[in-house]
């Protein structure tokens, strides 16, 4: 049984972190940072709650940290977590430059720890379903992908420090899952290009953005998300040479993990044929349409690989590198915003 200590229960720990820990055989969620409540505990009778990181370090029985704390903090509570000798998970975005992904991969491994990204989205239904379409090159040679999470979110944020620049915006908070979408899907692109806008006019973080990557092959990716949707576009339009798949709506796993404390239901990620995306494929010259049965999400899977890699059994199921080249990404995508050009990549500086 692994121990597991989570720093930080507000959205990202109480709905994402907990749950999912609690529902993964050979985790245990055993202590809690909360610096003035005792709402973790209230949810799951029998945990140790700490108030300060410190603290929860000290606990030599802990051999797994959880960081789900503001954006700006995750790289110094996580060094921390390392230099203590414990394992690391870190939300996204993992830091706020890939020079501090860098110094925290040199940490980790150097130490034989782990430090795991929480890219979770690979693990929604839509993007499983997207990656066997690909695999089985159902559409022929790629030519465009789409991929958006629309809000409809005209005021401030409810959770203040997500409107402060310092924490990077919306660009780093959903762009982190759409770029780390893509690289898993298509590998890192030839160029970038990107406009990053304040669109509500409010002097804070940014709050929309478009990020077009383009590839040697022919294939642009366009990823978006932005604050001022209340049409919202698809949650991802994928087009080949024999033809299209579209799917609306986003995963349902997030609204049903705000409402339990783990994981029961037998048919957990399943999605309704409402919900269904659109297979669309030229077969002898004519078009044919058809619902796709979705793969169903499971967030579970990449806590019961996080496990697997303290134990030593398995690779981590997102390696470190992997976000490390989404704040790459990123960062040329603010460079691109900024001189209204594409940026060249270059990934010859991938740490190792």
Same mark, same amino acid.
Not at 2 to 21: D, N, Q, S, T, W
Not at 149 to 160: E, I, K, L, M
Not at 215 to 239: I, K
Not at 263 to 280: F, R
């Given at each position: ?180 979408? @893509?690289? +898993? ?11 990053? #806008?304040? &669109?509500?006019? /409010?002097? =804070? $973080? ?107 059994? @398995?690779? +981590? ?11 790459? #990404?990123? &960062?040329?995508? /603010?460079? =691109? $915003? ?15």
């Amino acid at each position: 049984m692994i121990r597991v200590g989570l720093v930080g229960f507000g959205l990202a720990g109480r709905v994402f972190h907990a749950p999912l820990i609690s529902s993964v055989e050979g985790l245990e969620l055993a202590a809690v940072v909360e610096r003035t409540t005792n709402k973790a505990a209230e949810r799951y009778p029998g945990i140790t709650t700490y108030r300060s990181v410190e603290e929860l370090l000290a606990d030599s029985s802990i051999k797994l940290v959880v960081v789900a704390t503001p954006n700006a903090t995750h790289y110094e509570v996580a060094m921390k977590a390392l230099e203590a000798a414990k394992n690391v998970v870190v939300d996204k975005p993992v830091a706020l430059t890939s020079a501090e992904i860098a110094e925290m991969m040199e940490l980790a491994g150097g130490l034989g720890l782990q430090c795991v990204p929480f890219h979770n989205r690979r693990w929604d239904s839509d993007f499983r379903t997207i990656h066997k379409l690909i695999d089985e090159h159902s559409l022929g040679q790629l030519v465009h992908f789409e991929s958006y999470f629309d809000r409809w979110r005209p005021g401030v944020s409810t959770r203040p420090w997500k409107d402060e620049p310092e924490q990077g915006g919306i660009l780093l908070d959903l762009g982190t899952h759409l770029v780390d979408e @893509a690289l +898993a899907l298509f590998g890192p692109p030839e160029s970038v290009g990107a406009e990053v #806008l304040r &669109e509500r006019g /409010v002097d =804070s $973080a940014n709050d929309s953005f478009t990020v077009r990557m383009h590839y040697f092959t022919g294939l642009t990716v366009t990823l978006g998300a932005n604050c001022l949707s209340s049409l919202a576009r698809p949650r991802c339009h994928l087009r080949g040479t024999r033809g299209n798949y579209w799917k609306w709506g986003l995963d349902s796993q997030e609204e049903a993990l705000g409402k339990i404390t783990r994981i029961d239901d037998p048919h957990w990620g399943e999605e309704p044929p409402a919900k269904w995306g659109t297979l669309c494929v030229d077969v002898n010259g004519g078009m044919v349409s058809q619902p796709v049965t979705p793969i169903p999400g499971d967030y579970r899977l990449y806590y019961a690989g996080v496990r697997d890699a303290v134990l030593g059994a @398995a690779p +981590a199921p997102v390696e470190t590198v992997a976000a490390w080249r989404t704040a790459r #990404l990123l &960062e040329w995508a /603010v460079e =691109s $915003a900024a001189q209204h050009r594409d940026i060249e990549c270059d990934w010859g500086s991938e740490p190792s």
